[in-house]
């Protein structure tokens, strides 16, 4: 009898403990969500052998020079007259903090390509 009163007496100390943490991880503050970094930014794009830049309506973004840059910079090459035009492109880019800290507060990292100008731009004279 002294061992089943025992037992009863541990088993309800048991259960007992582990409400409490069911309360605990029950009473937890739902975390807060961040919106995704990855965004598709419509602008200006130049490219150089020491930088490259995404000049928006609304913003002014470093680009990582990585391969997808390099890819970019190539579609866009025949579009160019010289090497500093700034060429309109639409692009799906992740944002990020510039850990460098030259230059601009944040740098962007393309993701994706997504639409480059096709042809030949179109001139604003008439040749006679």
């Not at 010289?82 to 990292?109: L, R, Y």
């Amino acid at each position: 009898m002294k061992k089943l009163f025992g037992l009863l007496i541990l088993s309800l100390t048991l259960l007992s403990c582990q409400d409490e943490d069911r309360k605990e991880l029950m009473d937890k503050p739902q975390t807060e969500k961040v919106p995704d970094s990855i965004q598709v930014l419509e602008g200006e794009f130049v490219y150089s052998a020491e930088a490259a830049v995404m000049r928006g309506e609304n913003f002014v973004y470093g680009v990582t020079l990585d391969s997808m840059s390099k890819v970019l910079s190539k579609k866009i090459a025949p579009l160019k007259s010289d090497d500093f035009e700034m060429i309109p492109v639409t692009i799906k880019a992740q944002i990020k903090p510039n850990i460098a800290q030259e230059g601009w507060e944040e740098m962007i990292e393309i993701i994706e390509i997504i639409e480059v100008p096709e042809g030949a731009k179109v001139l604003d004279t008439i040749k006679d």
